[in-house]
């Protein structure tokens, strides 16, 4: 059974650091394309960063270098290192699994997914 549990969110200021983490099992954590997403009350889930089993890494407009996504494949955990949080980066933020897809990420991932954990929230005040 596959499970994925974040951990990390909390709350900041603007300008402020957080790291996410997300510990996954019941699945082979390497072979598959990873990735993170976001959900803010009222607006439409978007997703902010893939990395694939070869660990290239894709990142969504908005992240402006901001954001850093890797993944330990020996601890089968995700990362998410968010720095320079603006309010608008409030958030649910959801770690991922894309259904078989090889270990690749693909521009659709997000309407992909056969797995997503519980959330961790974000919360960044001006």
């Known amino acids: 059974q596959v499970h994925l549990v974040e951990s990390g969110g909390g709350s900041v200021q603007a300008g402020g650091s957080l790291r996410l983490s997300c510990v996954a099992s019941?699945?082979?954590?390497?072979?598959?394309?990873m990735g993170w997403f976001r959900q803010a009350p009222g607006k439409e889930r978007e997703g902010v960063a893939t990395?694939?089993?070869?660990?290239?890494?894709v990142y969504a407009a908005f992240v402006k270098d901001r954001f850093t996504i890797s993944r330990d494949n020996t601890k089968s955990t995700l990362f998410l290192r968010m720095n320079s949080l603006q309010p608008d980066d409030s958030a649910m933020y959801y770690c991922a699994k894309r259904a078989s897809s090889a270990g690749y990420c693909d521009a659709g991932w997000i309407y992909a997914l056969d797995a997503r954990g519980q959330g961790t929230l974000v919360t960044v005040s001006s």
């Open positions: 019941g699945f082979a954590f390497s072979d598959n394309c």
């Open positions: 990395i694939d089993s070869s660990g290239k890494t």
